[in-house]
């Protein structure tokens, strides 16, 4: 119940499904970069208000580096971590939301097995 996320690999496509209802929130593309590696070249969100409410752009992006960063490869994501509960206060128009709260209800735990 803790882990919020399915993440998988197809191609160079990279998805990222909420683990509880299986809905894709969000595809995103890699490609090659200059000296080696990989870089995110795009990404989709999902526009259908019923199976997903977005908070803007901003939020999309910190979200797929931040999943992409804290659960897929287990970095800290300090500055990440940080900005999510920045972002979600300030849709909530509040400023005492605790930051625990606030990365487990939407980013949860990374799975042993990751």
């Known amino acids: 119940m803790d882990e919020k996320w399915n993440v ?6 990279l998805f990222m499904h909420r683990s509880w209802t299986g809905l894709g929130v969000y595809e995103t593309s890699f490609t090659t970069a ?3 590696g990989r ?26 580096e ?11 994501a300090v500055d990440l971590r940080a900005g999510l509960v920045a ?10 939301l605790p930051a625990g709260v606030v990365q487990h209800s939407v980013l949860g735990l990374r799975s042993s097995g990751a």
């Open 8 to 13: 998988f690999v197809e191609g160079d496509v």
């Open 34 to 36: 200059t000296g080696g």
């Open 66 to 76: 931040l999943v992409i960063s804290a659960i897929v490869l287990g970095e800290p």
């Open 87 to 96: 972002l979600t206060a300030r849709a909530a128009g509040r400023t005492d």
């Open 39 to 64: 870089r995110i070249s795009s990404v989709v969100a999902e526009g259908d208000v019923e199976r997903y409410r977005s908070m803007g752009d901003a939020y999309d992006c910190l979200m797929v």
